[in-house]
Protein backbone atom coordinates (compact mmCIF):
# COMPACT_ATOMS: atom_id res chain seq x y z
CA UNK A 1 0.00 0.00 0.00
CA UNK A 2 0.92 3.24 -0.47
CA UNK A 3 0.78 7.15 0.05
CA UNK A 4 0.74 10.17 -2.41
CA UNK A 5 2.66 13.15 -0.54
CA UNK A 6 2.81 16.55 -1.28
CA UNK A 7 4.65 19.08 0.60
CA UNK A 8 3.32 22.15 -0.01
CA UNK A 9 4.79 25.97 1.10
CA UNK A 10 3.41 29.56 0.10
CA UNK A 11 6.05 29.55 -3.25
CA UNK A 12 4.68 26.30 -4.25
CA UNK A 13 4.86 22.43 -4.44
CA UNK A 14 8.32 21.40 -2.97
CA UNK A 15 8.51 17.91 -2.94
CA UNK A 16 5.56 15.89 -4.23
CA UNK A 17 5.54 11.29 -4.64
CA UNK A 18 4.79 8.16 -3.55
CA UNK A 19 5.49 6.97 -0.72
CA UNK A 20 5.47 4.09 2.14
CA UNK A 21 5.57 5.82 5.39
CA UNK A 22 5.55 9.26 6.66
CA UNK A 23 6.75 10.50 9.85
CA UNK A 24 5.64 13.93 10.63
CA UNK A 25 6.95 16.62 13.18
CA UNK A 26 3.31 17.64 15.01
CA UNK A 27 3.34 20.27 17.98
CA UNK A 28 2.51 17.41 20.04
CA UNK A 29 5.27 14.62 18.64
CA UNK A 30 6.39 13.01 16.18
CA UNK A 31 3.15 10.51 13.59
CA UNK A 32 3.85 8.35 11.99
CA UNK A 33 1.63 7.76 8.30
CA UNK A 34 1.17 4.39 6.76
CA UNK A 35 -1.92 3.59 4.50
CA UNK A 36 -5.17 3.15 5.18
CA UNK A 37 -4.95 5.84 8.46
CA UNK A 38 -8.03 7.64 9.56
CA UNK A 39 -8.48 11.27 8.15
CA UNK A 40 -6.75 13.67 10.75
CA UNK A 41 -5.70 16.75 10.32
CA UNK A 42 -2.60 18.11 12.61
CA UNK A 43 -0.93 20.86 13.19
CA UNK A 44 3.09 20.63 11.87
CA UNK A 45 5.97 21.59 14.13
CA UNK A 46 9.31 23.40 13.01
CA UNK A 47 11.19 19.72 12.43
CA UNK A 48 12.25 17.12 10.27
CA UNK A 49 9.77 15.39 8.02
CA UNK A 50 10.81 11.74 6.68
CA UNK A 51 9.46 10.09 4.30
CA UNK A 52 10.19 6.61 3.30
CA UNK A 53 10.00 5.74 -0.47
CA UNK A 54 11.16 2.20 -1.35
CA UNK A 55 13.57 1.14 1.02
CA UNK A 56 15.25 5.21 0.93
CA UNK A 57 14.35 6.96 3.35
CA UNK A 58 14.25 10.83 2.67
CA UNK A 59 14.45 14.15 5.06
CA UNK A 60 12.30 17.36 4.65
CA UNK A 61 13.55 20.33 6.93
CA UNK A 62 9.50 21.80 7.41
CA UNK A 63 8.92 25.41 9.00
CA UNK A 64 5.65 25.15 11.04
CA UNK A 65 2.18 24.64 8.90
CA UNK A 66 -0.67 21.85 9.48
CA UNK A 67 -0.72 18.46 7.47
CA UNK A 68 -3.88 16.80 6.21
CA UNK A 69 -4.28 13.25 6.32
CA UNK A 70 -6.28 10.57 4.27
CA UNK A 71 -6.37 7.17 3.92
CA UNK A 72 -3.89 7.61 1.13
CA UNK A 73 -2.59 10.66 1.15
CA UNK A 74 -0.91 12.88 2.88
CA UNK A 75 -0.87 16.74 2.06
CA UNK A 76 1.81 19.34 4.28
CA UNK A 77 1.27 22.51 4.15
CA UNK A 78 4.06 24.55 5.68
CA UNK A 79 5.33 27.81 5.61
CA UNK A 80 8.61 26.89 3.97
CA UNK A 81 10.39 23.31 3.45
CA UNK A 82 13.58 22.59 1.99
CA UNK A 83 14.60 18.60 0.93
CA UNK A 84 17.78 17.83 3.01
CA UNK A 85 19.65 16.61 0.17
CA UNK A 86 19.44 19.97 -1.57
CA UNK A 87 20.82 21.51 1.66
CA UNK A 88 24.21 22.37 1.80
CA UNK A 89 25.37 21.26 5.13
CA UNK A 90 28.39 23.52 5.69
CA UNK A 91 26.40 26.49 5.05
CA UNK A 92 23.84 25.20 7.34
CA UNK A 93 26.39 24.88 9.70
CA UNK A 94 27.46 28.34 9.13
CA UNK A 95 23.58 29.72 9.61
CA UNK A 96 23.49 27.06 13.20
CA UNK A 97 26.59 29.12 14.44
CA UNK A 98 25.96 32.62 13.42
CA UNK A 99 22.41 32.05 14.77
CA UNK A 100 23.57 30.86 17.91
CA UNK A 101 25.90 34.01 18.01
CA UNK A 102 22.60 35.79 18.13
CA UNK A 103 21.26 34.24 20.87
CA UNK A 104 23.95 35.14 23.11
CA UNK A 105 23.92 39.06 21.83
CA UNK A 106 19.94 39.05 22.12
CA UNK A 107 19.30 41.93 24.62
CA UNK A 108 15.47 42.34 24.56
CA UNK A 109 12.95 39.47 24.94
CA UNK A 110 11.71 40.43 21.57
CA UNK A 111 15.65 39.96 20.12
CA UNK A 112 15.31 36.31 22.14
CA UNK A 113 12.33 35.55 20.74
CA UNK A 114 13.46 35.90 17.27
CA UNK A 115 17.03 34.78 17.59
CA UNK A 116 15.47 31.56 19.29
CA UNK A 117 13.43 31.19 16.65
CA UNK A 118 16.47 31.56 13.95
CA UNK A 119 18.31 29.12 15.74
CA UNK A 120 15.61 26.26 15.77
CA UNK A 121 15.14 26.74 12.22
CA UNK A 122 18.91 26.58 11.43
CA UNK A 123 19.39 23.48 13.50
CA UNK A 124 16.40 21.66 11.40
CA UNK A 125 17.89 22.83 8.31
CA UNK A 126 21.43 20.84 9.61
CA UNK A 127 19.61 17.72 11.16
CA UNK A 128 17.58 17.42 7.62
CA UNK A 129 21.08 17.19 5.81
CA UNK A 130 22.25 14.51 7.91
CA UNK A 131 19.44 12.44 7.90
CA UNK A 132 19.96 12.05 4.28
Known sequence: MT????VVTPAGVVWQAIA???ILPSTTGHLGVLSG???LMTFID???MR???GQEWMAIAVMNGFAQIGADEV???VNGAECGNQIDRQVAQADVDAATEQVTQAESRRDRIKADQALKRAQVRLKATQET
Open 51 to 53: VRT
Open 20 to 22: QEV
Open 75 to 77: TVI
Open 3 to 6: LTVQ
Open 37 to 39: HIP
Open 46 to 48: TGV
